[in-house]
């Protein structure tokens, strides 16, 4: 297996739904979301590819409107081959800020059997100035990741 460094960068927009109690919290909700992204995906030595991406997953949101935890299922389709990247993304917090773990579970075409996991930082708020990820409603919302890491391509 061939290790090479990667740069990610996307943005995008999100859906947010409707939010409920997380079981045994007082203060926590659980809400489902889904993304659609592109991402910029660097692989040292080769050209950048750019995919449609989308996530859909599962957020826990505090009362500040901060996400301690969440996870979700990613799926990234080149934008000119239609090849498959796929993998799954783990939130967390470091410090206040907004963190997360991409792993790549493998793909189709040049990503087949391609492994790999990207430290990523992430930048969110509402789509629209006034809106609140507090209220419990649905609530379109924004944001830019990037980061870097390694995949193994295989030999």
Request: aromatic share 10%; net charge negative; glycine share 16%.
């Amino acid at each position: 297996m061939a290790q090479c460094e990667v740069t990610w960068i996307s943005g995008g927009v999100a859906q947010w739904g409707r939010q409920v109690p997380l079981r045994g919290s007082s203060e926590l909700r659980t809400v489902g979301y889904e993304a659609d992204l592109v991402t910029k995906v660097a692989v040292a030595g080769a050209n950048a590819a750019y995919f449609r991406t989308l996530f859909t997953g599962q957020d826990e949101v505090a009362p500040d409107g901060s996400v301690p935890r969440g996870y979700g299922a990613v799926r990234l389709e080149d934008l000119y081959t239609d090849e498959l990247l796929l993998g799954h993304v783990d939130w967390f917090m470091v410090d206040g800020r907004d963190k997360g773990t991409m792993t790549i579970d493998g793909g189709t075409g040049r990503w087949k059997g391609v492994t790999g996991t990207v430290a990523l930082d992430l930048e969110f708020g509402t789509a629209r100035s006034g809106d609140s990820v507090t209220s419990g409603e649905p609530v379109r919302v924004m944001g830019f990741l990037e980061g870097t890491g390694q995949f193994s391509f295989p030999d």
